[in-house]
């Protein structure tokens, strides 16, 4: 069984940057997406941005252009970098793999969360004003 373990999250000022990583343990062969999600207090978890095999990205239209998300070349490792943060970036990021392509995924990031199979323990992000 794959795991999935987040770290880099902390506290950042507003207009900040942060970088979140996630390492993968196990068989990881029929993992065919990757991504990232969040989930703020009093909100549903949703989509950040994902990421494919052939390395296609996706993004939510709220972090667009400022946020990248990549894989190392072994793609046992994912990161996502977060430039000109906001307040409401805060929120728990989870880091996720699903055994379908990222292809199959909605415009809605929101809806993104049923196709997940593998969830992170999720590490905390605050920014400040």
């Known amino acids: 069984q794959v795991q999935l373990v987040e770290s880099g999250g902390g506290s950042v000022q507003h207009g900040g940057s942060l970088t979140l990583s996630c390492a993968t343990y196990?068989?990881?062969?029929?993992?065919?997406?990757m991504g990232w999600f969040r989930q703020a207090p009093g909100k549903e978890r949703e989509g950040v941005a994902t990421?494919?095999?052939?390395?296609?990205?996706k993004y939510a239209a709220s972090v667009k252009g400022r946020s990248t998300i990549s894989q190392d070349n072994a793609k046992t490792n994912l990161y996502l970098q977060m430039n000109v943060m906001k307040p409401e970036d805060t929120a728990l990021y989870y880091c996720?793999?699903?055994?379908?392509?990222?292809?199959?995924?909605?415009?809605?990031?929101?809806?993104?969360?049923?196709?997940?199979?593998?969830w992170g323990q999720g590490t905390q992000v605050t920014v400040s004003s």
């Open positions: 996720a793999a699903a055994f379908r392509g990222c292809a199959e995924l909605g415009r809605d990031n929101r809806q993104w969360v049923v196709f997940v199979n593998i």
């Open positions: 196990g068989y990881s062969y029929y993992i065919h997406c």
């Open positions: 990421i494919d095999g052939d390395g296609t990205t």
